[in-house]
């Protein structure tokens, strides 16, 4: 919102420009079929339970079953020491292949993740480039074989206040900003639109170092 003001125990200050969305994106390589990994990333709480950034206490899809366009899951989690509650709803489904979610959280994001299956051509294993040893060698072309699945995650979200106060308290250690130093975010616009950058970016990286971390851990679990 345009000339917002934030206020918190530990900061006092003044934006001049909206807060524009974020959005996250990581991808990652997996030995394992395009099914195996339809079957994990659509399975809600074991997929939660792969993210070392949160403690899973209750994932459950509100009627049973299978997800579906749609559907909504219940989440109940401990992240960083404090209990989150939200639910997500199946935007779009496309088996084996998309799945878009979208939460009613107190910051809404919506998340995609995309499957491609990756193949590889027998002599180019072997050989290294198939079209240079086909020609050299005058090898007959054999059909690809799937070796895996690429895992695509993608995160958009629009920060909340509350989000940005948080990183910019990490960015200081923790500790709690003097009179001084709010009176001059206060009055200096420049000032505490640069802190809010700046704590956007640690957002931001912070956020796609969890997502490296799980999608690591997807990886380690199907392998």
Same mark, same amino acid.
Request: glycine residues 6%; neutral net charge; proline residues 5%.
């Given at each position: 919102?345009?000339?917002e003001?934030v ?12 807060i ?19 079957t994990?990333?659509t ?9 070392p950034?949160?403690?899973v ?7 049973g079953?299978?997800?579906?366009? $749609?559907s909504?899951? &219940?989440?109940?989690l401990?992240? /960083? #020491?404090?209990i989150v ?5 199946? *935007?779009? !489904? ?7 979610t ?18 590889r051509?027998p002599w ?16 007959p ?10 895992l ?9 206040? $509350?989000m940005?106060? &948080?990183?910019?308290?990490?960015? /200081? #250690?923790g ?7 709010? *009176?001059? !975010?206060?009055l200096?616009g ?14 931001e990286?912070?956020?796609?170092v969890t ?13």
């Amino acid at each position: 919102m345009s000339g917002e003001i934030v206020y918190s125990d530990s900061s006092f200050t003044h934006y001049s420009s909206p807060i524009t969305p974020m959005l996250v994106s990581r991808n990652i390589d997996i030995a394992a079929t395009a099914e195996r990994v339809w079957t994990l990333v659509t399975d809600p709480r074991r997929r939660a339970s792969l993210n070392p950034a949160v403690k899973v206490i209750e994932v459950e899809i509100e009627g049973g079953g299978l997800l579906q366009r $749609d559907s909504s899951t &219940r989440y109940r989690l401990e992240i /960083g #020491g404090r209990i989150v509650e939200y639910r997500t709803r199946v *935007l779009e !489904l496309v088996p084996g292949r998309r799945l878009v979610t979208r939460s009613d959280s107190a910051a809404p994001f919506e998340t995609t993740l995309e499957l491609m299956p990756q193949t590889r051509h027998p002599w180019r294993a072997a050989l290294g480039h198939v079209s240079l040893a086909s020609r050299l060698l005058r090898l007959p072309s054999a059909t690809p074989l799937t070796s895996g699945t690429r895992l695509s995650h993608s995160e958009r979200l629009e920060p909340t206040t $509350d989000m940005i106060q &948080r990183a910019i308290d990490q960015l /200081g #250690g923790g500790q709690d900003l003097g009179w001084r130093e709010r *009176l001059t !975010l206060w009055l200096d616009g420049d000032a505490s639109e640069r802190l809010r950058d700046h704590a956007l970016q640690h957002l931001e990286s912070s956020l796609g170092v969890t997502l490296d971390r799980w999608l690591a851990a997807i990886r380690d679990d199907l392998e």
